[in-house]
């Protein structure tokens, strides 16, 4: 027995004996490989040592700052903070300094108002199964100053993340150019639009980092290197926009968008002698820290259309330059033929024989028809269009750029390219070949980045300067074109003269773009038009140039294009000239002129006879509309002045009644539409000859009314034809 029991022990002994010099056989293997291969499951264990024990700190870089021409930000990087709360209960050591969210209701409604969210809304991020949360958009890039705010409140739980955004601190200013920069999912600020994109590998930053052998506490060991990686900051970058101009601009646009409410409005201020863009705006606009983006593209850039009567400065200038020009050459206005087309001024019927420089004051389409048909000839025009960069883009340093297309396949599309239809071009391709006006025949590049700078060294990395690209016409005959464009400003025929201003002389151009329907042809209608100004001052030495298009404002009956055009560009260009102090034109330096006319003053509430008694003796026509015995309104409104014997309409208490319009202009019919809230529907130009409201008739606000007019030598025959066609329908009855 004892000897089975001995064996059974040695058995179990030797059994015992192999399995644990296996293990140390497979021990001692695995120990061998690691001392050979360093690898353990893949993982190289030195390096996870040395992650272990090696602590990094990142070292923030900046992104570059954008300034405008005075040093002035328009864009920075700046500290930002994400709130947080802490859920989880096991983060809470000491209950008396509770550090996680112990009462979500009282905690939303104390940090709710803050976060501009519903009570009901935070309260339920607070009871989520997690342990920690954010709260969204709301709760992520807020100021240093709302951090504050919310922990002046002392609520368990709630805390910051500490990071920066891009911040633009004029908002709504320049957006375009500006452009935005935004987080990406690796945290990195890309730029996603204007210069913000065009620029980033300037802008772009790049954080640094400084490591060292620490403890398992996060501390440095002694006695121990550091590495330091520097950050790289992003470059700065100085642009030519000036910060107190884009103001003026921005401004004036704000209160003509809020007024007429168009659909577009493009607006640039240019340096002529150096292609320096001291201003660009359009409408509608974005917010870029908002990013309330409803149009991606910068219209001033991208928006190729047909210019109008803008695009005559250039016809103009080829055919001066040809030596083809003369002014006092007299033709016919009214109509042109080419070939099956008939060519028309923008008033139906012209002005009769008159020189070509009242029709580029007039704004003529048959002049500059005659200029590039019988003057110029189509294919020496054609070489100017190239001349001025028609036919490329201009190379602005923005992105998006587009460039119009010159239509000249057809003899039709050639001669109306002279006065700005069928050919399209872009904003900032008009203000380049206008430098060539405004600054003795020589063709500026247009563009917007000044220099770009390392903030560290104050090295500049890249520079513009002023690039001549070209010679159009020669120096007189820029002179001579903007003598000719002085006149439309000041002559009384000239279609720019809204446009003057105080002190200085302008030269310029305005334009009514026609707009293509997508039935085909062009839209109708008095406001369905791109109006414009293209100008320039002071006109002996221009220093500014600036051209306006605002697209289908909302018009009163008494308005024109001009008026949220001339608004933009009188306030700007001269607050501007102001700024630069540049001296007024020496022949205009005078005193202010008195007010010319007669001013309206308010007769609301007046007796309908003390109303008429008081207008006859001011020299001015009353016309009473209704039956009641008080004046309700009146138009021209109260503080407007108006010459002597001209209308004004009174509208008194109760119905209104329809005038007699016969003989009556234009402008007088819209002045009784407005106050009468009728809408129009006209035909012909001079004065009325029919109106299918019949005088007396009641009317009410809404109704249509539709007037017939004829110029005066056409008058008598008109109304006698009107006459003959009553008598007509009277005697052979109802008509198909």
């Excluded at 001349?387 to 297309?405: S, Y």
């Excluded at 309409?649 to 319009?661: C, D, H, R, S």
């Amino acid at each position: 027995m004892d000897m089975k029991k001995h064996k059974n022990t040695h058995k179990g002994a030797a059994i015992l004996f192999f399995i644990f010099s296996l293990l140390f056989f497979v021990l001692f293997a695995r120990f061998v490989q690691l001392q050979v291969t360093g690898v353990a499951d893949g993982q190289v264990l030195a390096v996870k040592a040395e992650e272990k024990y090696r602590q990094q700190r990142k070292i923030e870089a900046k992104r570059g700052t954008i300034f405008d021409r005075n040093g002035e930000v328009l864009a920075q990087d700046v500290p930002s903070y994400t709130v947080v709360a802490v859920l989880d209960p096991k983060m809470t050591t000491d209950p008396d300094h509770p550090r996680h969210v112990v009462h979500p209701h009282k905690t939303a409604k104390k940090l709710a108002p803050l976060l501009d969210m519903d009570v009901d809304e935070v309260e339920r991020i607070l009871k989520k199964d997690a342990k920690q949360v954010e709260f969204g958009p709301h709760g992520r890039n807020i100021s240093y100053e709302l951090k504050q705010k919310i922990e002046a409140l002392h609520l368990p739980g709630i805390g910051f993340i500490r990071d920066t955004k891009r911040f633009y601190p004029n908002g709504n200013f320049a957006s375009y150019v500006i452009g935005y920069a935004q987080k990406s999912e690796n945290n990195e600020t890309v730029g996603k639009m204007g210069l913000e994109k065009k620029l980033d590998k300037y802008l772009h930053e790049k954080d640094g980092y400084v490591s060292f052998a620490g403890d398992i506490n996060g501390f440095r060991l002694p006695n121990t290197k550091e590495k330091i990686v520097p950050p790289d900051n992003g470059a700065n970058v100085y642009l030519t926009i000036d910060g107190k101009i884009q103001t003026f601009l921005e401004d004036a646009i704000n209160e003509v968008e809020k007024q007429y409410k168009p659909k577009k409005i493009i607006a640039i201020v240019a340096d002529p002698k150096t292609g320096k863009i001291l201003a660009m705006a359009t409408r509608p606009s974005f917010d870029p820290n908002k990013r309330n983006i409803t149009n991606y593209f910068n219209d001033a850039i991208s928006y190729p259309y047909e210019p109008g009567s803008t695009m005559k400065i250039f016809t103009l200038a080829a055919a001066i330059n040809e030596g083809v020009y003369n002014g006092n050459e007299r033709y016919r206005s009214g109509s042109y033929k080419v070939g099956p087309n008939i060519i028309r001024d923008h008033n139906k019927v012209g002005w009769g024989t008159i020189t070509f420089n009242e029709g580029v004051q007039r704004s003529s389409n048959v002049a500059f028809s005659i200029l590039v048909k019988e003057k110029l000839g189509e294919d020496r025009f054609l070489q100017y269009l190239h001349r001025f960069h028609f036919d490329q883009k201009t190379g602005i340093d923005l992105p998006g750029e587009a460039v119009g297309q010159i239509h000249y396949r057809y003899p039709i599309e050639r001669i109306t390219t002279g006065f700005g239809q069928g050919t399209s071009v872009t904003p900032i391709q008009q203000i380049q070949a206008a430098t060539a006006i405004a600054n003795d025949g020589k063709m500026m590049k247009p563009y917007v980045v000044d220099r770009v700078v390392d903030p560290d060294t104050g090295k500049v990395i890249m520079k513009h300067e002023p690039e001549v690209v070209g010679q159009p016409i020669t120096e007189d005959t820029a002179h001579k074109v903007l003598d000719i464009l002085e006149t439309v400003v000041t002559s009384e025929h000239g279609t720019g003269r809204p446009y003057q201003i105080e002190g200085y002389r302008v030269a310029g151009k305005t334009g009514t773009a026609q707009i293509p329907s997508l039935n085909g042809g062009y839209l109708t209608g008095r406001e369905n038009y791109i109006f414009s100004f293209l100008g320039m001052a002071p006109k002996e030495n221009p220093r500014l140039l600036m051209y306006v298009a605002v697209q289908q404002p909302k018009l009163s009956y008494t308005e024109t294009g001009a008026a949220p055009v001339s608004h933009i560009f009188t306030s700007v260009m001269k607050s501007s000239l102001q700024y630069l102090h540049i001296q007024p034109s020496a022949e205009r330096k005078a005193a202010k002129k008195p007010s010319t006319g007669i001013e309206i003053g308010s007769y609301a509430g007046f007796s309908t006879e003390e109303a008429v008694q008081k207008l006859k003796e001011k020299g001015l026509v009353p016309v009473v509309i209704g039956k009641g015995q008080q004046i309700e309104k009146h138009v021209p409104r109260a503080g407007e002045r108006i010459i002597a014997g001209e209308r004004v309409m009174l509208k008194t208490e109760g119905e209104a009644v329809m005038p007699n319009i016969r003989g009556w202009s234009l402008r007088d019919v819209m002045k009784a539409a407005e106050l009468l809230g009728l809408r129009t529907s006209t035909k012909g130009n001079g004065y009325v000859v029919s109106q299918n409201i019949r005088p007396g008739a009641i009317v009410k606000k809404g109704d249509y009314l539709i007037v017939e007019l004829a110029e005066p030598r056409e008058w008598d025959e008109a109304v006698i034809q009107k006459q003959t066609e009553a008598a007509e329908k009277k005697s052979d009855g109802p008509q198909e």
